[in-house]
C-alpha cells in the first residue's frame, strides 16, 4: 500500500521528535509485521500528535479491516473512505467491552470494562434489534460478553454494535421524529458523542430478548449520534448439567 505523502506537520510545539524520526512508510510496514497489534498503536498515539494522527489515519483503518474484513468492506460499500466517528473508535468498539460504571448508563449496575480476546460481530443478529419500521437499515450486533452472578442483577450480557451509514438511516430518522432526548451526562464510552436511549424512545423490539437470551423486560441499548451501540441485559441462567 502506498501512503499519501503529508506536507504539513502537526507535531506539538513540546514534541522531541521533530527531526529524525521514521517515515510513514516505514512505519506502515513494520506494524503490518506486527499484525496492527491494538496495544503498540495504542501506545504509538500517545508519542505526540504526529503519530496520534497517522495511527487514527492509518494504523486503526488497518486494524479494523484485518481484524474484521468482511464487516469493514461492507460499512464502506456505500462509497465513503471512512466510517462514522472515526477509525480509532471502531478499532476500540471490536476489541473492548464498555461494561458500566455505578449510577452511570445502566443506573446501579457496576462492571468494569476490558479488553477482549475474540468478538463476533453479526449482520443478521442486527436485524433483531430493529424496529420494522427500519428493517432495511444495516446494524453490527456482538454476542453479549457474559458477566455471571452480579449478585441481585444475576447473569448480565453486555453487547456492542455498529450502524451503516447512520446519518441517513431510519432509526436516527425515528428518534428525531419521536423528539428523543439524548442523554444529559453520559457519552459514547468508544467516540465521546452523546446518546439516544433506544429504551426511552420505545425503540427495543421482542425479537432482541430472543436474540440474546435474555428476560424480555431486562434489555436496554443506546445509540450514539456516530451509531455506535452498547447495550445490557439479563441473561437467561444456565441450566445445571447435573439436574437435567
Not at 80 to 90: E, F, K
Not at 118 to 126: D, I, K, M
Amino acid at each position: 500500500m502506498i501512503l499519501a505523502k503529508q506536507y504539513r506537520c502537526i507535531h506539538s510545539s513540546s514534541c522531541q521528535c521533530t527531526k529524525g524520526h521514521l517515515s510513514e512508510d516505514v512505519i506502515f510496514l513494520v506494524f503490518q509485521h506486527l499484525n496492527w497489534n491494538p496495544k503498540l498503536i495504542a501506545s504509538l498515539s500517545c508519542a505526540c500528535k504526529w503519530f496520534d494522527d497517522l495511527a487514527k489515519r492509518v494504523l486503526w483503518k488497518e486494524f479494523c479491516r484485518t481484524r474484521a474484513p468482511k464487516m469493514m468492506l461492507d460499512l464502506q460499500s456505500s462509497g465513503s473512505h471512512s466510517v462514522d466517528g472515526n477509525w480509532r473508535a471502531l478499532g476500540k468498539l471490536l476489541i473492548f467491552c464498555s461494561g458500566c460504571k455505578k449510577g452511570g448508563l445502566f443506573n446501579n449496575v457496576q462492571v468494569p470494562g476490558h479488553f477482549v480476546h475474540r468478538t463476533r460481530f453479526s449482520r443478521t443478529s442486527g436485524k433483531s434489534f430493529l424496529m420494522p419500521q427500519c428493517i432495511n437499515d444495516v446494524l453490527y450486533v456482538s454476542d453479549p460478553c457474559e458477566h455471571l452472578d452480579q449478585g441481585e442483577d444475576g447473569d448480565l450480557g453486555f453487547f456492542r454494535g455498529i450502524f451503516k451509514s447512520f446519518a441517513s438511516s431510519n432509526v436516527r430518522r425515528m428518534l428525531i421524529n419521536r423528539g428523543a432526548q439524548l442523554h444529559k451526562t453520559e457519552i459514547c464510552p468508544y467516540c465521546k458523542a452523546k446518546l439516544w436511549s433506544m429504551l426511552q424512545a420505545n425503540m427495543i423490539p421482542q425479537s432482541a430478548s430472543c436474540r440474546l437470551g435474555s428476560y424480555e423486560d431486562s434489555v436496554e441499548y443506546y445509540v450514539c449520534l456516530n451509531g455506535h451501540l452498547l447495550g445490557v441485559c439479563t441473561l437467561f441462567p444456565l441450566s445445571d448439567s447435573e439436574s437435567v
